[in-house]
Nanobody
C-alpha cells in the first residue's frame, strides 16, 4: 500500500512559479505521475517520471514550463511549474504506478492517488 500526500499549491500570478511536492509512504519503486483536473473538465495527464528518474515525459501543453523530478532517498516527487498561465488552474494530483509495468500517461493505469492540491493562476 502506498499513501501519497501532495503539497505546495496556492494562488500565483500569471508568469509566476510554484513547486508541488508529493510525499510517498512505503517503497519508492513506483513510476510517478502528475495529473490535473480543472472544474468541469476531465482529469488530464501532466507529467510522469520512471521509478529511477531515468525517463520523463510531459504533456505538450507543459513542455518547457514544467519539470518533474524525484528524490527516492526522501520518497519525494516534485513538479516545478514555471511561466504559469491562467489555464493551468486546476487541482493537481500525484499518482503511483507499479514498476512491473512501464510508465503511462493514462490515469486508469495508476494504482494509488493523493488527495490533490489546488493551483490557481490569476492576477
Amino acid at each position: 500500500q502506498v499513501q501519497l500526500v501532495e503539497s505546495g499549491g496556492g494562488l500565483v500570478q500569471p508568469g509566476g512559479s510554484l513547486r508541488l511536492s508529493c510525499a510517498a509512504s512505503g517503497r519508492s519503486n513506483h513510476h510517478m505521475g502528475w495529473f490535473r483536473q480543472a472544474p468541469g473538465k476531465d482529469r488530464e495527464f501532466v507529467a510522469v517520471i520512471s521509478w529511477n528518474g531515468g525517463v520523463t515525459s510531459y504533456a505538450d501543453f507543459v513542455k518547457g514550463r514544467f519539470t518533474i523530478s524525484r528524490d527516492n532517498a526522501k520518497n519525494m516527487v516534485y513538479l516545478q511549474m514555471d511561466s504559469l498561465k491562467p489555464e493551468d488552474t486546476a487541482d493537481y494530483y500525484c499518482a503511483a504506478r507499479r514498476v512491473v509495468f512501464g510508465i503511462s500517461k493514462t490515469s486508469t493505469d495508476y494504482d494509488y492517488w493523493g488527495q490533490g492540491t489546488q493551483v490557481t493562476v490569476s492576477s
